[in-house]
């Protein structure tokens, strides 16, 4: 029996890996995802992207009402125009299914962020924040509704 919110973290997972040229997109992004990585990424890896499931708000309306708020990091030493391009293939990529297969009830942008650090090297980046909203049986979190 599989949790539920993993199911839907594998789904996204599998939506970030297909950010590709060949897939239509402008980077390929998909070539190096991270769920929750902390340590810092070698140059030779950018772009990346690192995915979190940061926090779920649960409301209670005859079963529980998940509003799952996930982070994706996009890391890079591109320009900021290239940056919002990434930004751009994330949520393309996103609006593919924003069911995720059944699994979800809807999908909501909550916001994006570009960052820049210059410290021996430019790292420019982006928190893209989305909201998955899904429903399980009450206290089981086992179960979809």
């Given at each position: 029996m599989s949790l539920v919110r993993q199911q839907i973290m594998d789904a996204v997972k599998t939506r970030l890996q297909s950010i590709t040229v060949a897939n239509g997109y402008n980077f390929n992004l998909g070539n190096n995802i991270?769920?929750?990585r902390i340590r810092p990424l070698a140059m030779a890896t950018l772009p990346a992207l690192v995915y979190r499931d940061v926090e779920t708000d649960i409301e209670l309306i005859e079963a529980h009402r998940n509003r799952l708020n996930i982070e994706?990091?996009?890391?890079?030493?591109?320009s900021i125009v290239d940056i919002r391009k990434m930004i751009a293939d994330v949520y393309k990529a996103i609006g593919v299914d924003i069911q995720w297969?059944?699994?979800?009830?809807?999908?909501?942008?909550r916001s994006d962020r570009i960052m820049r650090e210059q410290e021996e090297q430019t790292i420019t980046g982006a928190i893209i924040n989305i909201i998955i909203e899904y429903r399980t049986k009450e206290w089981n979190p086992y179960?979809?509704?």
């Open positions: 991270y769920e929750w994706i990091e996009i890391i890079s030493n591109s297969g059944g699994l979800a009830l809807n999908t909501y942008p179960q979809q509704l």
